[in-house]
Every structure is written in C-alpha cells, then in structure tokens.
C-alpha cells in the first residue's frame, strides 16, 4: 500500500470539498447581495419616476376584479382617450368611455403600463387630481390647480382639454375623466398611445362639455360630494368647501368656492357683496355674501377663511464664498473650535432674511473636518414665527496668511552661496560689483 499516495488522494478531497463549501457559501452571500440590490433599486427607481414635488399618498384601487379589464387607448389625432373593456374570455373588446383629452407635447407613441396612483401631485407647473403614472414618466391627470385645493383650478387648463397640447408627458383629463380611469382601471392596465389617422373616428360620442364658471375655482366635472356644482339650482347661492385657506400676505379669491345661480339659471356669483379679510395677519375670518336682485330675490351665504403662514423665509447671504485665513497648515492651526466659530460669526454677518422676526442659524462642519485649501460647506436656516424654515448654503475656504507664506518661502543668503559655489557661479561681492561698474 503507497502511504503517500493515499494522503495526497485525501489532501485532494478535502481540498475539493473546501472549494465546494467556498462556492456555496460564495453563493448564498452573492444571492443576498442581489436580493438587497434589486429591492434598493426597486425603490430608487419608483422615486426617480416622481419628478414632482408635493406627492400626497398613493391609493391603490380594489374595486376591479383583475388589472386587464380594461384596455385604454389614447388617440393623438382624435384627441381622445377611449376605454375598452374585455369580455369574460378575454378574447372581444367592447369600447365603453370615450374622453377628450389633451396630450402632452413630448408624449411619446407607444405601449405603457399603469404603475401606481396618486391622489393630488405638483408636477409641470401646477397641482394635478387623480394621477395615475404610466412607464417612463407618462401621467393621466386632471387640469392643473394653482394650489393643492378643490377650489383652486386653473380655467385655462381645463378650457385646454380636446382644444390645445399639454405639458411634457402628460394626458389631461377632466376631473371626472381622470378619476373614472384613478377608481376603475387597476394597476398594470394597458395604455395604448397612437398617432392616430384622418381616417379615424370615435366609437362612443364624447360627453358635452361643461362650462366653467368665471367665478369658482373648481372643476365643474369634479365627482367630489363637495363640487359646488353638484348643489347648485336656480334661484340659490351654495358654496362647496366649509372652510377655505389663503396663504398669509396672498391675494384672495372671494368667489373660489362659491356659486351664485339667478331663477332663470344665469351665474350671478360676481354680483355678491361682501366683507373683506386682512391676509397680512394670520388666523379665522367669517366673510358673509348678501346680494337682492331685480325681481326682489334674496340671496345670502357665509364663508369661513383661514389665513395661514406656510410659507418659508426667504434667506440669503451676501455673498456665495467666504474665506477664513489661518497661520499655518498645521492641523493647531486649522482644526479648532475657534475656527468654526468664526466662521459662524463671519457668514451669520451677512445674512438678510425677509421676515425680520424669523430665528437665524448657522451651521457648518466639525473642527476636525476643517480642510486647508478646501471649501468648507455652510448651511443657514432661518425660522419664522409660523414654525417655517428657509435655509441657503454659501462656502468658506480656508488659506493661510500671505505674509506668513513669505517668511517661511524667506530666501537663506548662506545656502543660496553655497548652491552658486557648487553650480560654479561666482557669489556676486561689492568687489565684484565695482569691476562690473568699471567696464561698464
């Protein structure tokens, strides 16, 4: 029996083995790794398709049984956005709604998917309803809104639908249109965007359009119980939000909220009289609307106002960099806490807020990452007496003092001669120098 060739058989299984335990081990870390990966890319990817600012929460619709019963397509030369629902079998399609629309600028042909849902979004220039998001940053929206309330339509946007091009890549609807695809189309329903032919024609007649009033700021399609359209009848005066809010120092809109009907149907909202409210100073006002018309009809109603201050403060600096001048490089002389102090006081300094009154703080890094030739980050914020903070940020950089950069660059006269010698170029003496005068 050849001892060693038994124990170089058994080194080389065990060492087999190892490797194979290494792999699998190797494999269960590398799995993990790309599990945490995707799921991190995943939420990377669902907040980079948000551009917008100001997203409320997302709503997901539980009403529809699966996500392909409906099959909607956008017809770029229609201006329409027609919704086809499924048989049981899948196999036939029927077209169920049919909606004027108004396509985005640079919304691109093709196929997309319903990814998720949100109730109100701050995006191409304004506050949209009913947002549901599409692949590659596409949107159906309502009009947009000047602020994140009912009340606060943009007329033009909504007059826009079916006539003009829209922002970006969006498709705008009423807010009725856009909240019937927000509450029945679930997610991943397949939209279809299509050039569209001369050729083609609707399936299903578009709904009549509904006039906007030249007074109230909602969307008259707006299927909220609140839409004071949905109250409305002649011969009365209704309003549609309890409470309405102007920002502190805005103008308001008396009439946003409101809509005033005469007996024979005609919109007297601008005929109501009414008190007025002081924007510049925040709190609860009750404004109360009195009008009598020609034929002796009363009308009268009373509105709630809350002013308030959500606004931050506009602060800046008087200028973007700042520089602190040290002794040396030496890390006594660059990181210390009277450094950052004094870099405080010196941008602290020079800061103007407009509110007066508001809070001003100043920060910058520790001492121990105060870095000689490099522009240190410093962050002012200034809060007001509404709790709102504004913030700007400016930089400091650090150098040393030029005259203490000269001493130490000092030419040693000693040295200098010795460098000469050895170069072989004579010292220059006062000798040297009469000679040189002489045959001059």
């Given amino acids: 029996m050849d001892i060693k060739k038994i124990v170089k058989e058994k080194r080389f299984k065990n060492t087999v083995i190892t490797l194979l335990e290494i792999l699998i081990v190797a494999g269960i870390i590398f799995g993990g790794l790309m599990f945490i990966q995707n799921k991190v890319t995943s939420e990377a990817d669902k907040a980079s398709k948000l551009s917008g600012k100001g997203v409320e929460e997302e709503t997901e619709n539980k009403k529809t049984a699966f996500s392909d019963r409906y099959y909607i397509e956008v017809n770029k030369k229609l201006k ?29 042909n093709g196929n997309f998917r319903i990814k998720s849902k949100y109730t109100w979004l701050n995006k191409y220039s304004g506050w949209h309803k009913y947002n549901s998001y599409l692949d590659k940053n596409v949107w159906i929206q309502s009009p947009s809104y000047s602020g994140k309330e009912d009340y606060k339509l943009v007329k033009s946007s909504y007059r826009s639908i079916g006539k003009k091009k829209a922002s970006g890549k969006n498709i705008v609807l009423t807010a009725n249109d856009a909240n019937w695809i927000f509450e029945n189309c679930k997610k991943n329903t397949l939209v279809s965007v299509k050039k569209g032919k001369k050729k083609d024609t609707l399936p299903i007649d578009f709904s009549p359009v509904v006039k906007v009033s030249g007074k109230c700021g909602w969307d008259p399609t707006d299927p909220s119980e609140n839409n004071p359209y949905k109250k409305i009848k ?87 960099v700042f520089t602190l001048e040290v002794k040396s490089k030496s890390p006594n002389d660059i990181n210390t806490k009277k450094n950052v102090q004094k870099i405080i006081d010196m941008v602290k300094a020079t800061v103007t807020c407009n509110e007066p009154a508001s809070e001003i703080k100043v920060y910058t890094l520790e001492k121990e990452q105060l870095r000689e030739s490099e522009k240190t980050p410093v962050v002012v914020k200034a809060k007001d007496l509404a709790g709102n903070v504004g913030s700007c940020q400016v930089l400091c950089e650090i150098k040393v003092k030029e ?38």
């Fill in 80 to 108: 329409a956005v027609i919704v086809y629902q499924y048989s049981k079998d899948k196999k036939t399609k029927v077209a169920v709604k049919s909606f004027r629309c108004s396509v985005g600028k640079s919304l691109p």
């Fill in 234 to 320: 002649n011969g009365t005066v209704v309003k549609g939000s309890q409470t309405v809010t102007v920002e502190k120092g805005h103008q308001f809109n008396y009439y946003c909220n409101l809509i005033a009907f005469g007996t024979k149907g005609k919109d007297i909202t601008g005929r109501l009289k009414h008190n007025t409210v002081d924007t510049s100073a925040v709190g609860n006002y009750a404004v109360k609307y009195k009008y009598k018309s020609k034929d002796g009809k009363k009308y009268s109603i009373s509105q709630k106002v809350q002013v308030v201050d959500t606004t931050p403060p506009v602060v800046s600096c008087s200028k973007q």
């Fill in 403 to 440: 005259d203490t950069v000269k001493k130490n660059f000092k030419v040693n006269k000693k040295l200098e001669q010795q460098r000469k010698k050895k170069a072989g170029i004579e010292p220059e003496t006062t000798k040297n120098k009469k000679k040189s005068s002489k045959k001059k």
